[in-house]
């Protein structure tokens, strides 16, 4: 794996874990607001992003090992 995969891998699940804590909280607050709703988008996306780098990951590995 790249270095610029890996740190790019550790920032989207870093941004991943900060955002699904600050949706914690939110809801224990019982707020559903706009922000907990455009949070909640932001989060769908970084995991679709996390998904699509980890799938490029795991077929450049497969690639170069072949």
């Not at 740190?7 to 707020?31: D, F, H």
């Not at 988008?41 to 992003?49: D, G, H, I, K, V």
């Amino acid at each position: 794996m790249t270095t610029g995969r890996r740190r790019e891998l550790a920032r989207l699940v870093g941004q991943i874990q900060t955002l699904t804590l600050e949706l914690q909280n939110l809801r224990q607050r019982e707020a559903e607001t706009p922000e907990v709703n455009a949070k909640e988008r932001t989060l769908e996306r970084l995991r679709w992003q996390l998904a699509a780098v980890a799938q490029r990951t795991a077929t450049d590995e497969l690639g170069n090992a072949a």
